[in-house]
């Protein structure tokens, strides 16, 4: 059975309907949280807190947080599922860690041919 949003083939059990439509894990998690851009209360609210508690760098996060941090300086670079293997962390666990990171302008991501990456900011 084929994800009707990124075309590849699952097996029938991994598929979702969603809306409608038949779409793998992923496809699924992402029409469900799309992407936010960059929210910038959240980001100042976040930056002043490390501020005002003298944080920076790695201070103050979690020890996943810092994991995936140093992971991708290790890296340079990093595909999504890379970090998610290597981690061993569910998309749900990544994305909410990756959120504090973004916000203290300690990563982002990109694209690259269809597939996400991220590298220090
Ligand atoms: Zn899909």
Redesign the pocket.
């Known amino acids: 059975m084929k994800?009707?949003?990124?075309?590849?083939e699952?097996d029938e059990k991994e598929i979702t309907n969603y809306k409608g439509q038949n779409?793998?894990?992923?496809?699924?998690f992402?029409l469900m949280n799309p992407p936010k851009t960059c929210d910038p209360v959240a980001v100042s609210s976040t930056l002043n807190i490390r501020k005002e508690l003298g944080q920076k760098g790695t201070e103050g996060l979690s020890d996943t947080q810092k994991k995936i941090y140093s992971l991708v300086t290790e890296k340079g670079s990093i595909s999504h599922e890379d970090i998610l293997k290597t981690l061993n962390l569910t998309i749900q666990e990544f994305e909410r860690e990756f959120a504090v990171l973004r916000h203290c302008e300690l990563l982002r991501g990109f694209k690259e041919k269809g597939k996400v990456y991220f590298t220090k900011f």
């Open positions: 994800c009707e949003r990124c075309r590849v699952f779409l793998c894990e992923d496809c699924c992402d």
